[in-house]
């Protein structure tokens, strides 16, 4: 009876989205995997992975509504302060996944374009061999993009972005006066992307910690308690409504 009532609910809540407004780009907070996981009693890390077998179905959920942009929060610029073994457990199950991403079949039948956005210089050899080849495999996909953000800080963007225009302006190529909101957009990871339209952020956690502080500037913010491994497609429809009902004024 419970899966009836769901599948119900489910139908319900996709026919009052189908036919609305679909944000272009969604920026993905994923968080609660530890918290999920210590309340089945189970080790952080089966929490962790159960997170990142989530983000398939997701991608999916956004692909049947034509989303054309995803920006994932895979890993902060804070989250190297975690412990040593939880940090080297995290870059491997992300290794795993842009593996995974380079022979997915749905990458290359929808047309996924992977782009990682962060401070790859912090990150290490192996995982930077597996971006170039994930980015290189995906560079002519045109349909949909999906970007990671690993070794991410808005803050950081912000300052490594400043570097470059000081630089430009210290060597003559470029004005001061010529500095533009939208030419300073230029700068940034997420040159030529749209800002994104709605971000969500999974635990209860009503903050956006340092996530695309720039870009975010308008966009619509949903928070749910859900945890990020128990997210399902009648929580994303759910959030996808409450977008639907906001008007977007963009201080008009």
Not at 22 to 48: C, K, T, W, Y
Not at 148 to 172: M, T
């Amino acid at each position: 009876m419970g899966r009836f009532l769901y599948r119900l609910y489910e139908r319900l809540l996709w026919s009052q989205v189908k036919d609305g407004p679909s944000p272009n780009h969604i920026g993905l907070i994923v968080d609660g995997n530890r918290r999920f996981a210590r309340g089945r009693g189970l080790s952080q890390n089966l929490g962790h992975e159960e997170g990142s077998s989530r983000v398939e179905e997701f991608l999916r959920w956004c692909w049947r509504l034509e989303i054309k942009v995803v920006t994932l929060y895979g890993f902060s610029t804070e989250n190297f302060n975690r412990s040593e073994d939880e940090v080297d457990y995290l870059m491997e199950l992300i290794m795993t996944k842009l593996k995974q991403f380079q022979t997915d079949p749905a990458i290359k039948s929808e047309r996924v374009r992977v782009k990682v956005i962060g401070r790859r210089e912090d990150l290490s050899d192996a995982m930077n061999a597996e971006i170039d080849l994930v980015e290189s495999m995906t560079a002519d996909h045109d349909r949909f993009l999906l970007n990671i953000a690993l070794s991410y800080g808005g803050r950081a963007e912000i300052i490594d972005a400043v570097k470059q225009v000081a630089a430009e302006v210290k060597a003559g190529s470029l004005e001061i006066d010529a500095i533009t909101e939208q030419g300073f957009a230029d700068y940034l990871y997420t040159v030529g992307v749209p800002d994104p339209d709605l971000i969500i952020r999974t635990s209860g956690e009503e903050r956006l910690s340092g996530f695309l502080l720039w870009q975010s500037a308008y966009s619509e913010l949903y928070f749910t308690e859900v945890y990020w491994p128990a997210f399902r497609m009648i929580d994303f429809w759910r959030a996808i409504r409450v977008y639907q009902q906001r008007e977007r004024r963009f201080g008009k």
